[in-house]
Every structure is written in C-alpha cells, then in structure tokens.
C-alpha cells in the first residue's frame, strides 16, 4: 500500500490469539463452534485513524469487524461500535473458493468511521463442518494519513506541461486565453497556500532578468 509514492507502514499492533466460542456447556470441538474472535490491539496510549485492514484469509466465511473507540474528550470512554458485518469472505462456506484469498477493507467500506481506535475485534464465522479449523492470517492495519498541502501544490505544478521552446519559434505565442486561464489558477493556487499557511515554495518562472511567457502555458 503507497500514497503519493511513499510507502506507508502498517500500525504496530498486537494479534492476540483466537478464541473459539462454545454455545451451552457442551465441551465440544472448538473449531466446529463455529464462530471465533481475534482481537488486535494498537499501541497503548495512542489512538489511531484506520485507513485500511489487510489480512489472508484461511476458510473463514463470513467476517465481522467492530472498533472500539474513543470519544472526542479525554475523559470519555472507549465504546464498540460496528463498522462492518458479515462480509463474505468464501462464495460458498462448504467450497473451496476464496479460503485462501487475500482481501483488504478500506475506510469507505465501514459504515462508521474508524478513527480514534484502540483495539479491532474481528469475528470470524465458518457455518460449515467441512473444515477443521478456520482463521486469519497476515492481519495489517494501516493508518489513515491526511494529505500533505506542500505536496499537493508540488504535484499540481508537476502535472503542468512546460512548451517546448523550439516547437513554440515555429508555432508562435501561446494563445492568450490559455495564458489567461494559467495565471488565474496560479492566483487560486497562492490563495489556497496562505489560507493553508504553508511555507511551499512554487519556484520562479524568471529567466535571465526576465519571465519567458512560454512557461506559463499549457498545452
């Protein structure tokens, strides 16, 4: 997973390990409970705005995932919420079809949204006896990242497509309603970072003393 070219690191997390469910007292065989919870628990102390969960699947058929979170003062209490109930993970509980996939669930996906999180609980169903035992593996959890203003003014000015100089001597001077258009999205775009207050410089256009016009045209 990558944003903007950097590649962004999963979270580091504790897996705790699964616990199978039993209904009744029956001491059954707990892979054949059908139904297992594995909680992941984030860093002590520091809350985290998900962005994206990553895992393989291992027979799993159906998945669960709750969040528990924190309230916006720092003397509320964390509270479970559900952010996504019972995704499909296999197209059939008795087959073999997408036991062993891979899958991802981005933050669009959850119908709450997962920030402030201290500790994922995921729920795992298997319906069917076939198997004997079910699971997660390679569980990732990514953070969400707010966009960089700086960067994004440096990637706007990275799209803009500079004119050849030897094909504008044989073309002539770039249509004035083009170099109309050019500056006045410049002018938004010094508007859009002083009310940002950043600090990004978007280069000078100068050359030799003076502004070459070619270099605010686009093509």
């Known amino acids: 997973m990558s944003e903007s070219g950097d590649e962004i690191k999963p979270v580091s997390c504790t897996i705790k390990p699964p616990v ?6 029956t001491k ?4 054949h409970s059908g139904v297992c919870v594995v ?6 102390g520091k809350p985290v705005d998900v962005e994206e969960i ?23 209490p964390p509270k479970w919420s559900t952010a996504l109930r019972d995704l499909p993970l296999m197209d059939n509980p008795h087959t073999e079809g997408g036991s062993q996939d891979y899958y991802s669930i981005h933050r669009t996906q ?3 949204e997962p920030d402030h999180v201290t500790c994922v609980r995921l729920i795992l169903r298997q319906p069917s006896s076939a198997w004997l035992t079910f699971s997660l593996e390679e569980v990732k959890i990514y953070p969400h990242m707010e966009p960089d203003p700086e960067k ?15 094909s504008d001597l044989e073309q002539g001077l770039p249509d004035p309603q083009t170099v109309s258009s050019s500056l006045q999205q410049m002018w938004a775009l010094t508007e859009v970072m002083q009310s940002n207050q950043t600090t990004a410089s978007i280069g ?15 093509t």
């Open 152 to 166: 994004e003014v440096s990637d706007w000015l990275s799209d803009l497509t500079l004119v050849d100089n030897h």
């Open 20 to 25: 199978y469910l039993h209904i009744g007292e």
């Open 39 to 44: 909680d992941v628990t984030l860093p002590f």
């Open 204 to 218: 000078r256009f100068e050359v030799d003393g003076c502004y070459d016009i070619n270099l605010l045209s686009l």
């Open 28 to 31: 059954t065989d707990p892979a």
């Open 54 to 76: 990553t895992f393989k699947n291992y027979y799993t058929a159906y998945l669960t995932v709750r969040l528990l979170r924190r309230g916006p003062g720092q003397d509320t």
């Open 110 to 112: 959850m119908q709450v």
